[in-house]
């Protein structure tokens, strides 16, 4: 394959004669900026190449720098000081006895090889940087690319008798010119196939038979790839193209077509999820299952896992019956695509079918079983279920509700786990196993997946002594450290064996304490609002894991002399800093409420509604039920913002010591937010009933709106504080995290 340019570029003929002197120049640009020139590196995925961008960039540098010489051939190497001499040749050499006009070519080859290095994905560096010049990498890079496409090329775009008049580069340029040309007169044909419109389409088919199987638009899909990918108003389109297709002599060549990235039309119905689509393929063709594409070699039941088509899917794993999809890596990337895609009845059913997949390792060192045990959505993680979930649950079976499913979803994943172990406990090499199990044991104490450790445990009880490479943490530290509480719980569940896990040391001398101290991953802080209360939580963490741990054990010091509750102190100071100022700021804001609410009541209770009598300086409405409605309300609401006053106070005033976050500050908290809550909502019955003793006593009608607007105020606090004020009385009065989770014995 010859090197192609841009049709701007006009390629010079012209064979430099190069003298056989040290005086030879060669171009060196080396203070040239490379990245000034190339703005995007070069790269091929799923969704195309930018090989065609890449290149004319590149190609601008290289001429720009008087450099093409290099890649086209025009300026050779000069022989290497290796070489033997010949009579012709009258080279100067170097002290050392070197060709000096090889080290000056060379130099320049280096450098324009390293502004093509540097302008790679990292992941095509490897695959070329071990080939000697720039010229060589030039060519691998446009026939790879070229191999990669050529399946896409469209049919007119072959030119066997191209005038001798044209060199290969040329022709090439000439060949994209005419493609471009090409899709925009296919452009109507694309329109049709999107819409299914067969008559259109029929009638263009006609006109240009290669219409059929051309490429029509720039990632190399055919009229066929993209009715398939317009769903089920474009079946009818489908079936008469595929019928059409299959007429000709080489309809299955024809059928069997991939674009840029290797998808087949089989691909694409999988891509998108058109069962009917597939349907219609594989009854005519069967062997398109079998292709696959250029990017990760994905069968189309790979690329229906990928994308979450768990019907298609199914259809297809069904029709595969030969093994070469399941088979090595082919099949772990399948098993693994369908974890990704929270289809464990499927998983579960292919191994079953395929036992081996159970014990594959990926290149990445991933499995099955490590697969599902990091998955955080595929169980329950200790969840309580709430009344009317269980109502809903039990007493409307008809009803697919969230919950229906996140049960059904965990009884299939628990189901596919145990298969999983017990996969792996029959296995050849029982020590691949256990470092299986050991890998996945601490990806499911990273999710909180208590009951996948329970589960790998039961089938291999040495995974409880497993620790972390280098830093030698075990189970229960990894547990701490992430803020996992229900794997953490397990330690309740054991029997005397939790004495030795609870004094073990990781590598640092840090122990289970020491693993507490440390400030929670930012994920976990970020499910607790405010930081006060994430303060709390980590308070919370820390007195759990002082009480769990053996007296002797909670003042030792690690490796840098630190105590677990200097490592607290240290790893908490800005998250106590920001708490601070998150319990001032709110404590600020509601005490002016609290203030102005002390002041209206105070105030309404020496002027009250309609006066008072001129002889006995009685109330005028004293004699109304209404007026003792007024009264009570009114004491109620300036007790209660005196006391909510005197709370949002003593928090401004409080010493904000460590353990205040624990108990102390959320308690006032609460009791301020409350009685404020409290001063409102009788504020307003206040109010209402002075509004009804002046203004309604003859208008009953009154009493409605009056009530209506007066739920305003109380409505719009509830909304905007009482979250709030709930996740204190659950993080501070409720049950807490920490439990025990069942009766089971865990090892």
Not at 298 to 325: C, G, I, N, W
Not at 330 to 347: E, K, N, P, W
Not at 364 to 370: I, K, R, V
């Amino acid at each position: 394959m010859l090197l192609s340019i841009p049709r701007n570029i006009k390629i010079k003929k012209k064979i430099k004669k190069f003298m056989a002197s040290s005086n030879v120049e060669y171009p060196w640009p080396a203070t040239v900026n490379a990245a000034s020139f190339i703005s995007t590196k070069l790269h091929f995925h799923e969704t195309g190449t930018n090989y065609q961008a890449w290149k004319e960039q590149m190609l601008c540098l290289i001429e720009g720098q008087d450099l093409l010489g290099f890649i086209d051939g025009t300026i050779p190497p000069p022989p290497p000081p290796w070489a033997p001499e010949t009579s012709t040749s009258t080279s100067t050499t170097t002290a050392s006895g070197g060709n000096n006009d090889y080290r000056l070519w060379r130099r320049s080859d280096r450098l324009l090889k390293g502004w093509i290095l540097g302008s790679l994905h990292e992941d095509m560096v490897s695959e070329v940087s071990a080939l000697e010049t720039s010229r060589n990498i030039w060519f691998h890079l446009e026939n790879t690319f070229y191999d990669r496409q050529k399946n896409f090329t469209l049919p007119q775009l072959q030119l066997p008798n191209m005038p001798s008049m044209y060199s290969p580069l040329q022709q090439l340029l000439l060949q994209e010119t005419k493609q471009e040309d090409l899709i925009m007169r296919y452009m109507p044909l694309h329109k049709a196939a999107l819409e299914g419109d067969w008559e259109t389409a029929k009638r263009i088919f006609d006109r240009d038979p290669r219409a059929k199987s051309a490429a029509i638009d720039n990632i190399g899909l055919t009229p066929l790839h993209v009715a398939v990918g317009t769903g089920k108003k474009a079946i009818h389109f489908v079936r008469n193209m595929v019928e059409l297709l299959m007429a000709e002599d080489n309809g299955e060549e024809l059928m069997a077509r991939r674009n840029a990235t290797g998808h087949t039309a089989l691909h694409a119905a999988a891509n998108v999820g058109n069962t009917e689509a597939a349907t219609i393929l594989v009854n005519r063709m069967p062997r398109l299952i079998y292709i696959p594409n250029f990017i990760r070699n994905d069968f189309p039941v790979h690329t229906a896992a990928l994308y979450s088509h768990k019907r298609t899917l199914q259809y297809l794993l069904q029709v595969t019956m030969e093994t070469k999809p399941y088979d090595g890596n082919d099949g772990l990337r399948l098993l693994l695509y369908i974890l990704q895609a929270d289809f464990f009845d499927v998983a579960l059913y292919l191994v079953d079918k395929y036992p081996y997949l159970a014990t594959l390792v990926a290149p990445d060192g991933g499995c099955a079983l490590w697969s599902i045990a990091g998955n955080k959505s595929a169980f329950s993680g200790g969840r309580r279920f709430s009344f009317w979930e269980h109502f809903n649950i039990l007493h409307r079976p008809g009803v697919t509700s969230t919950m229906e499913k996140s049960m059904m979803m965990n009884q299939q994943a628990t189901s596919l786990v145990k298969c999983l172990c017990k996969k792996l406990m029959e296995s050849e090499s029982f020590l691949e196993a256990l470092n299986m199990a050991t890998r996945s044991i601490f990806a499911a104490t990273n999710s909180g997946n208590y009951e996948v450790v329970e589960m790998i445990v039961e089938a291999f009880p040495n995974a409880i002594y497993a620790v972390v490479p280098l830093s030698r943490q075990p189970i229960f530290h990894v547990a701490v450290l992430s803020r996992s509480e229900t794997v953490f719980n397990l330690i309740q569940q054991m029997g005397d064996h939790r004495y030795i896990h609870l004094d073990i040391e990781d590598e640092d001398g840090n122990n289970l304490l020491h693993a507490a101290g440390k400030l929670a991953p930012s994920h976990k802080l970020n499910e607790i609002s405010g930081a006060a209360l994430q303060m709390q939580r980590e308070m919370q963490w820390y007195k759990q894991v002082e009480k769990t741990m053996n007296p002797s054990s909670r003042k030792l010091a690690n490796k840098q002399g630190k105590s677990p509750n200097m490592v607290f102190t240290e790893e908490h100071k800005e998250l106590k800093e920001e708490g601070e100022k998150w319990m001032k700021d709110t404590s600020e804001s509601c005490t002016i409420a609290a203030a102005l609410i002390v002041t209206i009541m105070f105030a309404a209770a020496i002027t009250v509604p309609g006066g008072n009598e001129s002889d006995t300086g009685f109330p005028v409405f004293a004699r109304e039920k209404v007026f003792l409605v007024f009264a009570i309300s009114d004491a109620i609401s300036l007790f209660a913002s005196t006391t909510s006053l005197l709370m949002f106070l003593s928090i401004l005033t409080s010493r904000y010591a460590e353990e205040d976050f624990l108990s102390n500050l959320p308690k006032r908290l609460i009791i301020g937010l409350g009685t404020l809550f409290l001063s409102i909502t009788f504020m307003m019955v206040a109010f209402s009933a002075t509004l009804y003793l002046v203004f309604g006593r003859k208008n009953a009608w009154v009493l409605i709106p009056v009530a209506a607007l007066a739920c305003l105020p109380v409505t719009s606090f509830v909304l905007l504080q009482f979250p709030l004020l709930a996740d204190l009385i659950s993080s501070t009065f409720g049950p807490g995290i920490f439990r025990k989770q069942s009766n089971r014995p865990f090892y």
